[in-house]
């Protein structure tokens, strides 16, 4: 339960890309000999979101500790993944922190800060490093059909948060979390390198 004695926020992780530019797909690889999807779950789930669920698509993947939602339209883009995820969403969900599979230096705690914003009664919160927004974003449920409508393509919620600028809660995170993604092999190598340092 949150502060305010209701469910808490579910948490949603996108994991349904071919990785293309990567060579495969992003789910499976692995960071320091967790998957990256592992990887996501944890977070969400220390963050306090419950359920956590996955979309997948380019590869099938089984998750402990998350329901997994298959996309079979999962090479139309990001957004069809968030439609999904949207979807799977239990009906009395209040909210939903999304989350990508490949960025995996974003950390429980930005999640948490997130959490707070809606707690103090943000509609939508979005982490932001340097002052741009980034991921992740936490969206109320009554905004739930309107990123669903908006999401095509590869633009998942960026057209919605655009379209709601004024209801958007900005949190910085740059001291908690980063957004680098896994997009190439060498992002790969140098989230490595960064891991263990």
């Known amino acids: 339960m949150t502060l305010h004695g209701q469910e808490p926020p579910a948490g949603l992780l996108l994991a349904a890309g071919e990785g293309r530019r990567l060579g495969r797909p992003k789910a499976a690889l692995e960071l320091d000999g967790e998957r990256l999807v592992d990887r996501g779950v944890r977070m969400l789930r220390d963050a306090g979101c419950s359920p956590v669920i996955v979309v997948v698509g380019a590869e099938p993947v089984e998750v402990i500790g998350a329901v997994v939602v298959p996309n079979a339209d999962w090479r139309s883009g990001m957004g069809s993944s968030l439609r999904a995820g949207l979807a799977a969403l239990p009906p009395a969900c209040p909210a939903v922190v999304v ?33 741009a927004r980034r991921n992740p974003v936490l969206l109320r449920a009554e905004h739930f059909a309107g990123a669903a409508e908006a999401a095509v393509g590869d633009l998942g919620a960026r057209e919605f948060l655009r379209a709601n600028l004024g209801l958007v809660t900005p949190v910085p995170c740059d001291d908690v979390a980063a957004p680098d993604d896994v997009d190439t092999p060498d992002d790969l190598a140098a989230l490595t390198r960064k891991e263990r340092r």
């Open 99 to 131: 989350a990508l599979v490949d960025q995996p230096l974003v950390t429980a705690d930005a999640v948490r800060r997130l959490i707070a914003a809606y707690e103090a009664g943000a509609g939508i919160a979005v982490a932001t490093y340097g002052g």
